[in-house]
C-alpha cells in the first residue's frame, strides 16, 4: 500500500538534490526520511545544463534495472519551488509519481522527475559507454556522488556513481556546494 501524509510530499531524489546543502537551498523544510529504491529504471545522463556545465541526472524506464536515491519529506508549499528548480516550467523536467522501495521493502508514494527528452538510443548501463555530449560535468557528479554518500546509498551503487565518466569541466556557478 502506497503510504502519504497529509499536509507534506515524499520527494525521490536521484541527482543533486541528493546532497543535503543542495535540496535545503529551495526547500529548507525537507526533512531526510531515508534512502529508496526506484524499481524499473535506470540513472542516465541527457541534456546539457549551463548551470552545471554538463549533461544532467534523469531517470529512465527500463525492465529489471533500479535507481538508489534520498526520500524526502517537504512540506506541500514546496512544489512549486522545487517544480521550479527543475525547471517544470521551461518543459525540462516533467514531475511525476513513482512508488519507491523503502529498506523495509514497503512502497511510499514519491513525487520525482524526469527530463523531458530521455534517450532512447545507448541508454546507459553497467556495459554501455556513456557519449562524450551526455556526460555530466565534474562539479555535478561529484555533488550526485557526496549526496549519495551522505545518504548513505549502497556501496556498490556509489562505486557505480564514481564510474560514471565525465565531462572534464566543472561549474563556477555551483562549486560553492562542494566547498569550493
Known amino acids: 500500500m502506497l503510504q502519504t501524509v497529509t499536509g507534506t510530499f515524499f520527494y525521490f531524489a536521484y541527482g543533486s538534490n541528493l546532497l543535503k546543502k543542495r535540496i535545503h537551498i529551495n526547500n529548507p523544510s ?6 529508496g529504491r526506484l524499481n524499473d529504471h535506470t540513472l542516465d545522463f541527457f541534456k546539457y545544463s549551463e548551470k552545471w556545465c554538463g549533461a544532467v541526472a534523469t531517470v529512465v524506464p ?3 534495472a533500479s535507481v538508489w536515491g534520498a526520500v524526502w519529506n517537504i512540506d506541500s ?3 512549486p519551488a522545487l517544480d521550479k528548480q527543475e525547471g517544470v516550467s521551461t518543459n525540462t523536467y516533467f514531475p511525476k509519481t513513482v512508488a519507491v522501495c523503502k529498506c523495509d521493502e514497503a512502497e511510499i508514494e514519491c513525487r ?3 527530463l523531458t527528452d530521455i534517450p532512447t538510443e545507448n541508454i546507459r548501463g553497467h556495459d554501455t559507454e556513456l557519449p562524450f555530449e551526455r556526460r555530466p560535468s565534474i562539479t555535478y ?5 557526496k549526496g549519495a554518500m551522505e ?4 556501496e556498490d551503487y556509489i562505486e557505480n556513481l564514481k564510474n560514471v565518466p565525465h565531462n572534464g569541466q566543472a561549474s563556477p556557478h555551483m562549486q560553492e556546494l562542494l566547498g569550493g
Open 30 to 35: 525537507a526533512v531526510f526520511v531515508g534512502i
Open 62 to 64: 527500463a525492465d529489471g
Open 141 to 145: 557528479l561529484d555533488c550526485i556522488i
Open 112 to 114: 520525482t522527475y524526469q
Open 77 to 79: 508549499s514546496g512544489i
Open 151 to 154: 545518504c548513505k546509498l549502497p
